[in-house]
């Protein structure tokens, strides 16, 4: 059974960066896109950022575009949100999931992702 473990989170002033870090455990890291998404206080879970099994492909939300990075080392079972220019409106938990590579919607709807990690909490001061 995979186990997805997020790490990297904290508090931050606005402007400053973070990276997150998700290790997968199990096997077959490769079959699955990966995804980031965050939950802030009385709002619904959004995607921020995925990357196919190779990297090549990535999909970001339009709140973050060109402020975060999405990636995966796939020798390390490993994938990584690189966050930067942080504003007050990111402050969230972030968690990250994945979904089977084969999915031909980009980015999988919802109800495709599983393994959530516990989450880590971003906080970004104004």
């Known amino acids: 059974q995979v186990q997805l473990v997020e790490s990297g989170g904290g508090l931050v002033q606005a402007g400053d960066s973070l990276r997150l870090t998700c290790a997968a455990s199990g096997r077959a890291f490769t079959s699955y896109i990966m995804g980031w998404f965050r939950q802030a206080p009385g709002k619904e879970r959004e995607i921020v950022a995925a990357?196919?099994?190779?990297?090549?492909?990535?999909y970001y939300a339009d709140s973050v575009k060109g402020r975060f990075t999405i990636s995966r080392d796939n020798a390390k079972n490993t994938v990584y949100l690189q966050m930067d220019s942080l504003k007050s409106e990111d402050t969230a938990a972030y968690s990250c999931a994945r979904a089977p590579s084969y999915l031909s919607t980009w980015p999988p709807r919802q109800h495709a992702w599983d393994g959530w990690g516990q989450g880590t909490q971003v906080t970004v001061s104004s």
């Open positions: 990357v196919n099994w190779n990297g090549h492909s990535t």
